[in-house]
């Protein structure tokens, strides 16, 4: 099975800035702690002239559009999420999306690259047999934007119409 990492495209004119005004506590963000958000949350956000609002963004933390959270459930029912308005208080324009907590799996393979100093991945791989049947996660270790979808998820977001991300395979460890 084929696995990407899937990212938002910052080629867009994208919301920056967001949670500028810290209502989301990041460290919350961990399964253990997520209960103690708050169901709904908004966060205050800047915009470029012309924004465009993909249905994935990874920064500051994972935030998914309703069509990509849905997907999601359909792959993953026990997911933890809470809802968030990103809000610009200028123009009043908002948006809302669902921020979510993804599994960690320890699944980088011994094939993994490191550049010199071993600060920054260069070559990705995953081992197989640490993935399982996981659909959707994100990578134990892995300082990178974004988290790892399997096909038949990435192909479920694309046929709903997904906007705005960038996808990259990556390669899965051929050791047995």
Known sequence: MKYFLIETDEKNRIPYSINKSRTI?????????????PRWNIAEM???QEVFFP????????LLSEACIKTVMMYQP???YTGIKLWNKGSGLNRT???????ELECMSDETQYNSVRNRIIRLVLDRGKIGQKAIFQIKGFDGKGFV???DF?????????RGIK???IEISSAK
């Not at 249905?55 to 994972?62: A, E, G, T, V």
């Not at 192909?155 to 119409?161: A, C, F, K, P, V």
Request: charged residues 30%; proline residues 4%.
């Open 149 to 151: 979808g399997r096909l």
């Open 25 to 37: 506590d990041i460290r919350l963000l961990t399964k253990e702690d997520f209960g103690k958000l």
């Open 167 to 169: 996808l990259t395979e």
């Open 97 to 103: 999306y669902f921020l979510l907590v993804l599994d």
């Open 46 to 48: 800047d915009i470029p």
């Open 154 to 162: 990435v192909e479920s977001i694309l046929r709903r119409g997904a």
């Open 55 to 62: 249905d994935i963004l990874c920064n500051p933390f994972l």
């Open 78 to 80: 026990d997911i933890f």
